[in-house]
């Protein structure tokens, strides 16, 4: 059975920075696409960065020079680094694995496996 547990999340100023962990058990990172995805209260899921199995990576516009994607195959984990955070990157941040890739990366429709999501809250 596959778990993905997020981690990291909190509440910091704007500026400020985070470093999301999502940790993945019954499935090996080396083997599939993965992806963070946040959702915003009222708003629809997003993704935000992803990474393919060849650790090409992908981000949306938003965060581009601001987030990196990264992993470690020997711990089986998925990060995210956040600097310059905003107001409105607050959302919950959900980790994802097993998506087609390539053109879907950052569409959450292709994912198989979520997680159960960390909270980042960025004040002004």
């Known amino acids: 059975q596959v778990h993905l547990v997020e981690s990291g999340g909190g509440s910091v100023q704007a500026g400020g920075s985070l470093r999301l962990s999502c940790v993945a058990s019954g499935l090996s990172t080396r083997r599939y696409p993965m992806a963070w995805f946040r959702q915003a209260p009222g708003k629809q899921r997003e993704g935000v960065a992803g990474i393919e199995t060849d650790l090409t990576t992908m981000y949306a516009d938003s965060v581009k020079g601001r987030f990196t994607i990264s992993k470690d195959n020997a711990k089986n984990t998925l990060y995210l680094q956040m600097n310059s955070l905003k107001p409105e990157d607050t959302a919950m941040y959900y980790c994802?694995?097993?998506?087609?890739?390539?053109?879907?990366?950052?569409?959450?429709?292709?994912?198989?496996?979520w997680g159960q999501g960390t909270q980042v809250t960025v004040s002004s």
């Open positions: 994802a694995a097993d998506s087609y890739g390539g053109v879907w990366l950052l569409y959450d429709v292709g994912y198989n496996y």
